[in-house]
């Protein structure tokens, strides 16, 4: 279980964002890690597995600009769940 406390203050930038990231300085682990869209608010959750150094899933809604969000990631077996809600 992964939880984090997130306020998004600054609009897309082009580029992915790091949320949260546990992996080597050459990104090719992922173990675990979580990321904003380089277009949007929304999620990207990143694992690495012996099979791929980059597997996950994306959110489908955006995150709010200027509000608190609790982001609860849960990887159990092959599955990740993504909750969020307003802090």
């Known amino acids: 279980v ?18 949260m990231y546990k992996g080597d300085a050459n ?4 173990t675990p890690s979580i990321w904003l869209h380089p277009d949007s608010n929304r999620l990207s959750i990143r694992v690495s ?28 077996n092959y599955t990740c769940l993504l909750y969020t809600s307003d802090a």
């Open 2 to 19: 992964t939880q984090l406390l997130v306020r998004i203050i600054e609009p897309p930038t082009g580029s992915f964002r790091s949320l």
């Open 49 to 76: 597995t012996v099979d791929t150094p980059d597997i996950g899933a994306d959110s489908i809604q955006t995150l709010p600009m200027n509000d608190w969000v609790f982001v609860t990631v849960v990887f159990m």
């Open 27 to 30: 990104g090719n682990s992922r």
